[in-house]
């Protein structure tokens, strides 16, 4: 890998939906990784102060939706005095392909980074055809 | 049970408040890097204390240092980005290098009892007040 380079913040960026939510809370898209492997589709959601269990993740009409909530009661009785940035819950979704066998999803969940492993159906693997 | 949305989110008002409020403000005026530097720092005030909070998502604990001496707080390290060899990218939007970031505090902070805490990508630093700098009733005699 290239030497260190110095990291830059990535502004949140809020979620943009026809609909307005029910509660006056922020919505963030999270950042996303996605990359594929020889057996699976690996898709990295950074999700910072969000714990496994306010992790939602589903898969419906082929939408996956990943969805977590952070704990704005741990801001409870504290008092902002500087602030750099804005804390609210994520959502994202994207479209699969019928080339990943979603029944099958993987989820880990650290360091606020969460990882999807979803792997490719059998007939999307890439075969090796040997010269006979 | 009923759950009460108002309460936290009242935290969150406050906090988008003090976000516009941020150019008016002079906590820490000229003693850190223009925002902009990474990883970004939220700071609040709990009775005497104070909390900086600070977005470190996919760092890991073993690749983060923090310093304190005096008034200063050094939160430096490195974000990798674990991809596994022949993967190909269909999108790419995390960013991975080092940082280093130093902040000073515009209070005596008693920097022995400084606290760390790493989860879910967020770190805690909790930071006392020094007892020297605290206010004092004065008795009148």
Known sequence: ?132 | MVMRFSDPFEALFALQKQLDARLASDWLGNSTANSGAYPPINIFQQQDDFVAIVELPGVSKSDLTIEAKERTLRISGKKTLDYQDNASIHRRERLAGSFDRTITLPINVDPDRIKAEYRDGILALFIPRAEADKPRAIEIE
């Open chain 1, 1 to 132: 890998m290239a030497a260190a380079k110095d990291l830059e913040v990535q502004k949140k960026r809020a979620v943009q939906s026809p609909e307005e939510s029910t509660v006056p809370a922020n919505m963030f898209v999270p950042i996303t990784d996605i990359f594929e492997t020889n057996d699976s589709l690996r898709v990295l959601v950074e999700m910072p102060g969000v714990d496994k269990q306010n992790v939602d993740i589903s898969v419906k009409d082929r939408i996956l939706t990943i969805e977590g909530r952070i704990d704005f009661q741990k801001y409870a009785r504290m008092t902002p005095v500087y602030t750099e940035y804005n804390i609210g819950n994520y959502h994202r979704r994207f479209s699969l392909s019928n080339k990943v066998d979603s029944s099958k999803i993987k989820a880990e969940m650290r360091d606020g980074l969460l990882t999807l492993t979803i792997p490719k159906s059998e007939e999307a693997k890439a075969q090796r055809v040997e010269i006979s």
